[in-house]
């Protein structure tokens, strides 16, 4: 909780205006992630943007975390959609292993303030950590009920 609560942490530029024009266009977005929830609602909630996302998986609530795709598959069912209409923004080499997994398209998103380099060449487009992001998708195969 203490990196949720930092003055430090900063968003990923981009992420809260890819964010609302994915909202806009009625596209579903949803979290996949090994923290802790209230650590995800706090970062969520500080950015305001918690109100985008209408599926939060944490790692509390799956029995495998990443690499293994049942967070994503999880999400996905919450929602009663196909994996394969899903796309998955991930930083993560493990990320992008389970987004493969699960069967959903993954797009590698790097964080320029990254401690490790990591190897994202699994994912099946690769888009810096800027604004100028879009080229990302915008299929409306999700689109909220």
């Avoid at 196909?82 to 389970?98: H, L, Q």
Wanted: hydrophobic fraction near 40%; charge should be neutral; charged fraction near 25%.
């Amino acid at each position: 909780m203490a990196i949720a609560a930092s003055p430090d942490l900063v968003l990923m530029q981009g992420v809260a205006r890819i964010g609302r024009e994915l909202d806009a266009r009625r596209i579903v977005l949803a979290i996949a992630s090994s923290a802790v929830r209230s650590s995800i609602e706090t970062i969520l909630r500080r950015f305001d943007i918690l109100d985008l996302f209408a599926v939060i998986v944490d790692g509390a609530e799956v029995e495998r975390g990443k690499p293994d795709p049942q967070g994503y598959r999880v999400a996905a069912g919450r929602r009663g959609v196909d994996p394969a209409s899903c796309r998955v923004f991930e930083d993560s080499a493990v990320g992008v292993r389970a987004a493969e997994g699960a069967g959903m398209a993954c797009i590698d998103v790097r964080h320029p303030g990254a401690r490790a380099t990591q190897d994202l060449s699994h994912a099946e487009e690769t888009q810096p950590a800027r604004d100028g992001a879009g080229r990302w998708w915008c299929d409306s195969s999700s689109p909220k009920p």
